[in-house]
């Protein structure tokens, strides 16, 4: 392509972008997120979501009036009964859960633990022939890791899927490796190098149907795709807040167990917060009913502040809302990649409802682009091999970032 009809190009994507913001519902929302005044380009929300202005006046307000003059009652008042209020409305708004289901409590990969470790021992008592536990080679690697630690410590077998790197898991990828050995599966909804987005429903069927119990890693889905947990027929489910649920740095997680697995399972890390009477300081654990059970220690109140906003913003806007948005965002990208950046591979799906909310693009120098861009402040991240990841978080994201972006992106690649 000459330099003129590139030109043209990107002067023609700009005033379509601006028609699209234009035209976009939710793009009054940008405003109510701290740095969308700047020119700065952010496409990592998926890794880090942007905060919300009103979560900065409340967490001074926090210290200064609940932390500060409730003190210690403020666990009476209101703490002690968080990890399950903001876990129920956590499942209502991005989860498709019922009440009672979802906790926020730990991280990802020490809630991952505590639920893949139960499913196995539960599956394995239940009968010894089932020993396995699939993951797929591309998984994160906490969750192959975890994979291999609760394999080796509980004398499991790891069995492995391999999935293609611009893709995910398929049914005709699971299928062949299930069987009367599989205790549990972990996979990833959303695939955090592709995108790829599973059919959760069809494998969690396929799971089940072999005798099995599936863990669903939501990390890459909560805030940004619709999942149905309880019409899907989720056993178990982890996934992060601060990605696109804009719960801040380390953040703390959440835990789905769908009911009727709740008095079933033992998690491994007996607190006495997941105990039946936690002050009674009793001398033996029993575990209590329903989702405390699946708390171990103190959770983070102050960690959890963030989503007092985030929660109520999505409620209000609605998921599906932000799966149109994403989808239209994650498109244009798509777009502009195969028409403005010929030197570039689009190593995600291409079918929309085959993919979550980022695009990956390919090229053997994208990790020297990616530094040359963080210094522009254009900020996408870096995956090997040669990917650049593009997370468009669909409340925080304008088109006219998405031009100005994928432009930045074309130009360091040419002065490479
Ligand atoms: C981000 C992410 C994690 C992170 O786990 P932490 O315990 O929060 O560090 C785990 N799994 C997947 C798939 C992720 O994308």
Request: with cysteine; glycine share 10%; aromatic share 8%.
């Amino acid at each position: 392509m000459s330099p003129e009809s590139l030109d043209r190009g990107w002067a023609q994507a700009r005033a379509e972008a601006s028609a699209l913001d234009d035209a976009d519902p939710l793009r009054d929302r940008r405003a109510l997120f701290v740095g969308a005044e700047t020119s700065l380009v952010y496409f990592d929300g998926n890794s880090l979501g942007r905060p919300l202005r009103a979560t900065a006046d409340a967490v001074g307000a926090f210290v200064r009036d609940e932390w500060g003059g409730r003190l210690i009652r403020g666990w009476d008042e209101r703490w002690m009964d968080a990890p399950f209020a903001l876990g129920d409305l956590l499942g209502r708004v991005a989860l498709g859960a019922a009440p009672g289901q979802t906790i926020i409590g730990d991280s990802t990969t020490v809630l991952l633990y505590k639920l893949l470790r139960a499913a196995f021992d539960h599956a394995r008592a239940a009968d010894p022939a089932r020993v396995e536990i699939v993951v797929d080679r591309d998984n994160f690697p906490t969750d192959r890791f975890l994979v291999e630690g609760i394999a080796a410590e509980r004398g499991g077998r790891v069995r492995w899927i391999e999935a293609p790197l611009d893709g995910g898991v398929t049914a005709e990828l699971l299928a062949p490796v299930l069987g009367p050995q599989t205790a549990v599966v972990l996979l990833s909804h959303v695939a955090y190098r592709s995108g790829h987005m599973a059919d959760a429903a069809a494998l969690t069927a396929l799971v089940h149907d072999a005798g099995a119990l599936i863990v669903w890693d939501l990390c890459h889905s909560a805030g940004s795709v619709p999942v149905r947990a309880d019409a899907w027929d989720f056993d178990l489910a982890v996934g992060c807040t601060y990605k696109y649920l804009n719960g801040g740095p380390g953040s703390p997680a959440f835990a789905y167990v769908a009911t009727r697995w709740q008095d079933v399972l033992a998690q491994p890390i007996q607190g006495w917060m997941g105990a039946a009477d936690v002050f009674a300081m009793g001398p033996a654990y029993a575990p209590a009913a329903g989702m405390r059970r699946f708390l171990s220690g103190t959770p983070s109140i102050t960690g959890m502040l963030a989503l007092r906003d985030m929660l109520p913003l999505l409620d209000e806007v609605g998921i599906d809302a932000v799966r149109a948005k994403s989808v239209a965002l994650t498109s244009f990208a798509v777009r502009l990649a195969d028409t403005l950046l010929p030197s570039v591979a689009v190593a995600s799906p291409r079918d929309a409802a085959a993919r979550g909310g980022h695009v990956t693009l390919t090229h053997p120098a994208m990790r020297e682009v990616t530094a040359r861009l963080w210094e522009r402040d254009v900020i996408p991240d870096y995956r090997d091999p040669g990917g650049l990841r593009i997370g468009l978080s669909p409340l925080s994201t304008s088109f006219a970032e998405v031009v100005e972006g994928m432009a930045a992106v074309g130009a360091a690649l040419e002065t490479l």
